[in-house]
């Protein structure tokens, strides 16, 4: 294993072989551990390339804090609505305000649900529903995250405790909870060594349950830990218990050696193992943010003041406590550690138009976790955005029949080779005999290629550029979903079937 890893850092073929085969979680963590940084690094950007990974950089958003006025909670998630950043819900932040408005707390998600588009990520929810905690946890200032690693128990000395009378009395709410939800976060660091932090593992397989059900995305929260041990266990169960996210906890939750270095092996590990391929973090100090970005991160997970991601990503000990805003900081570090040509960072809602657009045109049968050829089509994003309101409310102007109608003759050339090139490409099989695509990413075009050319009956050849690519083939259809993308290419190719 560790020969492949280390040639898949400069050959793209290994890569390629290294994604498609069955990976043992020590193997994988043994053979990292024994990598420099700089090539941990090369090796987790390497996979985040389509389509290895999620080549998307994501800031997601806590809103909510105990302490705040259900109008203030209704305005910040207002605003991440109007920005395009997932609303991470802390639930038992919901039932607080709830409590002090003389609601119940699916009353506040059901205001919150109404008033935004972007996806809900729900946390904090256990066996009972949200999870109701006393006000020396709720009013944390965050000492751990404030005097640094490293962690050894909080420093007030509570344990997780829990205000069971209160989570029964609205159990009955349960279920309708997660079917707001777009995703749902368990927490496994009660198998890490952890049993002070979390709720025990039963409820974390209770609500992955509940998850799957309702065919919800469901992110695995881990502590780097030791950063070998710890870490081993955290991605076994979250695989085990069908985890399609990785959420990575460093911070005070970061004792290994290096902390640094660890955080990024854990990131380039995580890029590998991870099912849905979205690797985020919900607690890492300012080094780490900017090493796990270097490394592949997708996602970090932030706050609006008082919210207690506010400050657990994105400062550094002395600097980080209750009352910070942290989401403007972790929009700097991404935008000066990550640099994507095809999309912003982080993503805004201009882009996840187009990137929902693709999904609403796919459908549910086509999408993540479902495969062509040996990938799946998108990423955890995909699932995560079919349960959101922008999914629900959005209208196509042509729908898979239309764009499949539109075909005349044997050949068809496909401008633009992402994922939704390859269920149109699936949908065509029965009708043509060759399908071209062209991509002006020439990894993008090959991957798209190669994964075709073993999915499909139909001849996949590669194009040479769109317009070429064009007069090779009976028909064209611009297969991007970006306007900017899909008009450039109809300028050159005004005959091509333009789907947006």
């Known amino acids: 294993m560790y020969d492949l890893i280390k040639e898949a850092i400069v050959d793209d073929d290994a890569a390629i072989e290294l994604s498609k085969m069955d990976k043992n979680v020590v193997e994988v963590v043994d053979a990292i551990s024994e990598l420099s940084l700089e090539d941990t690094m090369k090796l987790g950007m390497k996979f985040k390339r389509f389509p290895l990974g999620c080549d998307l950089t994501e800031a997601v958003v806590g809103t909510c804090a105990s302490d705040l006025e259900l109008m203030e909670l209704l305005g910040n998630c207002r605003l991440s609505d109007m920005l395009g950043l997932p609303i991470h819900i802390c639930a038992y932040a919901f039932a607080d305000i709830a409590e002090k408005h003389g609601m119940r707390g699916i009353e506040v998600m059901r205001k919150v649900y109404d008033s935004v588009d972007v996806p809900l990520d729900l946390d904090h929810f256990g066996e009972n529903g949200p999870m109701r905690l006393p006000q020396n946890i709720v009013g944390c200032g965050g000492e751990c995250y404030n005097k640094g690693p490293v962690y050894t128990e909080c420093p007030r000395d509570r344990i997780h405790e829990r205000l069971i009378d209160k989570e029964k009395a609205e159990s009955s709410d349960k279920e309708e909870w997660v079917k707001l939800s777009s995703s749902v976060a368990i927490n496994l660091t009660s198998e890490q060594t952890g049993e002070g932090h979390a709720a025990p593992y039963r409820e974390a397989e209770d609500i992955a349950n509940l998850a799957k059900k309702y065919q919800r995305g469901l992110e695995a929260i881990m502590f780097i830990g030791d950063g070998y041990d710890d870490l081993i266990t955290g991605f076994e169960k979250a695989i085990g218990i ?259």
Not at 395 to 410: P, Q
Not at 470 to 484: E, L, N, R, Y
Request: one cysteine or more; charged letters at 20%; hydrophobic letters at 40%.
């Open 242 to 500: 069908g985890a399609d996210v990785f959420v990575l906890e460093g911070g005070p939750y970061n004792g290994a050696k290096n902390p640094v270095e660890a955080f990024a092996k854990a990131v380039a590990a995580s890029r590998i193992l991870c099912p849905g391929k979205v690797v985020g973090t919900n607690g890492a100090y300012e080094r780490e943010c900017r090493i796990g970005l270097r490394s592949g991160l997708n996602v970090i997970i932030t706050g609006f003041p008082k919210n207690h991601h506010g400050y657990m990503c994105g400062y550094e000990p002395g600097t980080a406590r209750r009352g910070k805003f942290g989401l403007p900081r972790i929009m700097q570090i991404m935008k000066e550690e990550v640099h994507n040509p095809n999309v912003q960072v982080p993503v805004l809602k201009e882009d996840l138009i187009p990137l929902t657009t693709a999904i609403k045109i796919a459908g549910r049968d086509y999408i993540y976790p479902k495969k062509i050829g040996a990938y799946t089509v998108g990423d955890a994003h995909w699932a995560t955005l079919i349960n959101s309101k922008m999914y629900k409310n959005l209208t196509l102007k042509n729908d898979l029949n239309d764009i499949v109608n539109s075909v005349n003759g044997n050949s068809v050339a496909l401008l633009g080779g992402r994922f939704l090139s390859w269920v149109i490409a699936n949908e065509l099989d029965k009708q043509v005999d060759e399908i071209i695509i062209s991509d002006a990413d020439p990894w993008v075009q090959r991957m798209t290629v190669e994964n075709l050319q073993d999915a499909l009956d139909a001849t996949i050849i590669p194009g040479d550029g769109d317009v070429n690519s064009a007069k090779q083939a009976d028909s064209s259809i611009i297969s991007s979903t970006v306007p900017g993308i899909s008009n450039k290419i109809l300028n050159k190719v005004p005959n091509a079937f333009n789907i947006v």
